[in-house]
C-alpha cells in the first residue's frame, strides 16, 4: 500500500513537473512573442550626432548592433565621452535627420547615436542589456 501510494506521487509529481513545462512554452510562445513584437515596433529615437539638433525616428527592429563608442557616423566626430551608438539602414530613419543620400546610391547602412534624454525607460533599459552597462560614468 506504502508503495502504491509512492508511485502515485511520484506520477503526480511527474505529471505537475510536465503541466509546468507546458505552461512555461505557452507563455513563452503567446505573451513572450506579443512582448517581442510590441518592442520591435515600440521607437527608438536616434541622432547623428549627440549635438545634431534634427531627430530621427527608427523602429526597435530596425536598429542593429547597439554599443558604446566616442565615434560618431557621418563626420566621425570624436566626442570625450563614449554614447550609445547603433547601425540603421537610412531608409529605415524618419523625420528629421542628418544624413542625406548624396554621397552614393542607397540605402546606406549608418551609424547612429541614442541619447538617453530622448528615449523612453524601457527602450533605454533593452539598449543598455544589449550594450553593456551606462559607460558615460567610467569617464576619468
Ligand atoms: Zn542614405
Redesign the pocket.
Known amino acids: 500500500m506504502t508503495k502504491f501510494i509512492g508511485m502515485v506521487l511520484k506520477l503526480t509529481w511527474r505529471l505537475l513537473r510536465l503541466v509546468l513545462w507546458l505552461l512555461g512554452l505557452v507563455f513563452r510562445l503567446t505573451i513572450g512573442l506579443a512582448w517581442r513584437q510590441t518592442l520591435g515596433r515600440s521607437t527608438v529615437y536616434v541622432r547623428r550626432d549627440w549635438n545634431d539638433r534634427g531627430m530621427g525616428r527608427v523602429r526597435w527592429a530596425d536598429l542593429h548592433d547597439p554599443l558604446w563608442d566616442t565615434v560618431s557616423g557621418g563626420a566621425q566626430v570624436e566626442n570625450p565621452l563614449p554614447l550609445l551608438h547603433g547601425y540603421v539602414w537610412?531608409d529605415k530613419v524618419r523625420g528629421k535627420f542628418g544624413?542625406s543620400?548624396a554621397h552614393g546610391p542607397?540605402?546606406?547602412n549608418?551609424k547612429v547615436c541614442m541619447l538617453r534624454e530622448d528615449n523612453s525607460n524601457r527602450i533605454w533599459r533593452r539598449l543598455l542589456d544589449l550594450a553593456g552597462p551606462d559607460r558615460r560614468l567610467e569617464s576619468n
Open positions: 537610412c544624413h543620400c542607397g540605402p546606406h549608418i
